[in-house]
């Protein structure tokens, strides 16, 4: 029987959309305020569903202890209160933008849930409370 899991974190971090190569007025143009030379911030809300068998002797798809650690760890620690594009490791070369977040939370994700005997099945980013990322892989 598979089971889907989901665990929901916090952070908060800052970043700007931009284009070195382009003036001002371009970014500006295609990100709008979010180009901001000053930066913006986000109070991001992270859900991270994984899914997989239910251990018959825990009666745990994987222990939900284990899977925090993990994204705390890969995720939460490296990007809370930090400039995503610049202080960021796995945000290094991307575009800071909701999409490009979520895709490289997955890449940092998706071999450690598989270590616990799991599958990572969508990693969901709210960036506002209006606007949020799903991305379920490739």
């Known amino acids: 029987m598979t089971v889907y899991l989901t665990r929901r974190e916090r952070f908060n971090a800052a970043h700007r959309l931009f284009r070195p190569e382009w003036t001002d007025e371009k970014n500006f143009e295609v990100f709008g305020k979010c180009s901001n030379p000053n930066w913006h911030g986000h109070n991001y809300e992270l859900f991270v569903t994984i899914c997989g068998e239910v251990n018959p002797e825990t009666g745990y ?29 796995f945000m290094k070369n991307r575009q800071a933008s909701t999409e490009q977040i979520a895709i490289a939370i997955w890449e940092e994700l998706e071999e450690p849930v598989k270590q616990l005997g799991a599958q990572l099945y969508s990693v969901r980013l709210h960036e506002t409370e209006n606007n949020y990322v799903e991305y379920f892989g490739k």
């Open 61 to 89: 798809t994987v222990n939900l202890k284990d899977l925090s650690r993990i994204i705390r760890e890969r995720i939460i620690e490296p990007a809370d209160h930090k400039n995503l594009n610049i202080e960021v490791p």
